[in-house]
């Protein structure tokens, strides 16, 4: 059974910092790419980083771009994602999401986890 379990969110200050980490199992994750996305309230799921299997390229939306660093530990199993400078507008939760690359170049999440929540306060 596929797993990916987010952990690490919370309440912080505007301009704090948070680790995300999202523990994978049950697939072999040195192989997938791995991605952050987020939701706000009444707002639709956004995409926010992502790295290759090796770990030497990565994307983020441009929101985040020079706040956030998205990094991964494949003898861990885990995908991290570090928040800091942190805004109101980046309240939300936040999921992972694991993508095989079969269908490269489209993306294929065909695992996620439960989320964690984030927020910030102004």
């Known amino acids: 059974q596929v797993q990916l379990v987010e952990s690490g969110g919370g309440l912080v200050q505007a301009g704090g910092s948070l680790r995300l980490s999202c523990a994978a199992s049950?697939?072999?994750?040195?192989?997938?790419?791995m991605s952050w996305f987020r939701q706000a309230p009444g707002k639709k799921r956004e995409f926010v980083a992502t790295?290759?299997?090796?770990?030497?390229?990565?994307w983020y939306t441009d929101s985040v771009k020079g706040r956030f660093t998205i990094s991964r530990d494949n003898a861990k199993n885990t995908v991290y994602l570090q928040m800091n400078s942190l805004i109101a507008e980046d309240t939300a939760v936040y999921y992972c999401a694991a993508d095989s690359g079969s269908k490269w170049p489209l993306a294929e999440y065909g695992y996620w986890g439960q989320g964690t929540q984030v927020t910030v306060s102004s």
């Open positions: 790295i290759t299997w090796s770990g030497d390229s990565t």
């Open positions: 049950g697939l072999p994750f040195s192989t997938y790419v």
